[in-house]
């Protein structure tokens, strides 16, 4: 079949004409979707192996295998010590008096909503909400 032109097709009586150009497009483009590897990552982890695309992120990922914890929090009488800086500053809310996650069964207040999760999850009496829970689909 030439895929330059279209085509009649008299499968169980049916005229469509169908675009050949159009089909032979398509399956290229998924032939050469299939056969495109893999992002290439330029650092992967002497222990463990795993790729990343920037070299800070590797670093970063080292300290945990190191115990390297070079960012320590500096609010008084605090002692944790972070890998990463991100870690650093996600914790800094703790030491804060924004807490906009509050939990409805007790007085409670989080700074993030992992930690009233957590919360939940620890606390015998408070449970989470029925209102609160997502459903799954």
Known sequence: ?????TSNTNTN???????????ASDKH???????????AFGFKCEVCEKP???RYNL????RTHT??????CR??????KFARTHDLKRHSGQHSDFKPHACPS???RFARGDALKRHWKVDKICKQPASMIKKRK
């Open 1 to 5: 079949m030439n895929i330059n032109t």
């Open 13 to 23: 009586n049916c005229l469509a004409k169908i675009d050949t150009r159009k089909i």
């Open 29 to 39: 483009l998924k032939c050469k979707s299939e056969e495109k590897p893999a992002p």
């Open 52 to 54: 990343f695309d920037r």
């Open 59 to 62: 670093s970063s990922h080292m």
């Open 67 to 72: 115990n390297e914890r070079p960012f320590a």
């Open 75 to 80: 609010h008084p009488g605090c002692t944790w």
């Open 106 to 108: 007790c007085p409670k």
